[in-house]
């Protein structure tokens, strides 16, 4: 395999696109398109975001202590863009794109009802970085679209059609190619040609790191 080497940038592809809300009481709220976004911490539930300091939700954040993350659809991949290239300083992106804003369980910024999945969080630390300003954020709870939900109430994700940001392009999640663990946890035949659990083989999954 022959590689080009290319100066040092940022090229961890693909991303979540999020749309992340924002408000402050009085004033109307905000939404930006954020693709530097993730999980950083299982207990307590953690995750961060990278703002440039110039943006207008930045202020926002920064001044409130609060935000949404909103997981984003295909149906929601125009607002999606549109949200991340246009400024709330000269747009009221709720109205513009025709979104509703969900109140929140508990925080005061409101997050956008169309979204499949919203996560409410409050800023515990603010790194300054650079060109970007790193929130470091606790989740504090989190809504979820009961459609996504099967007769057991186990979430199914793949049904909301979630969208990836991968080196300026929009893409759509497709084909599952396992769950977690699935590399390890294979089923095997016993003499008896009967298929036998991983357990019994003296096979198991791999614990999930915290």
Not at 19 to 34: A, D, F, L, Q, R
Request: charged share 30%; hydrophobic share 35%; proline share 4%.
């Amino acid at each position: 395999m022959s590689k080009e080497v290319w100066r040092p940038g940022n090229m961890l592809y693909p991303a979540p696109a999020v749309m992340v809300s924002c408000g402050i009481e009085g004033e109307k709220p905000n939404i930006i398109t954020v693709a530097w976004a993730g999980t950083i911490c299982s207990d307590p539930a953690m995750l961060s975001i990278s703002v440039r300091k110039e943006r207008y939700s930045h202020h926002i954040i920064k001044e409130s202590g609060e935000f949404v993350v909103n997981l984003t659809s295909k149906k929601m991949a125009y607002a999606t863009d549109w949200c991340g290239v246009r400024s709330g300083r000269d747009y009221d992106k709720f109205k513009e794109m025709k979104l509703t804003p969900l109140k929140s369980q508990k925080i005061s910024a409101p997050g956008i009802e169309e979204s499949p999945v919203n996560i409410e969080c409050k800023v515990r630390q603010v790194v300054e970085l650079g060109s970007h300003d790193l929130f470091i954020a606790e989740v504090v709870s989190v809504s979820v679209d009961e459609k996504l939900l099967d007769e057991k109430g186990r979430l199914d994700l793949g049904k909301a059609k979630l969208v990836a940001y991968s080196h300026g392009e929009y893409f759509m999640l497709g084909e599952k190619l396992g769950k977690f663990g699935y590399s390890v946890a294979k089923k095997t035949k016993n003499k008896a040609g009967s298929k036998s659990n991983s357990k019994a083989s003296g096979s198991k999954k791999p614990k999930k790191q915290k």
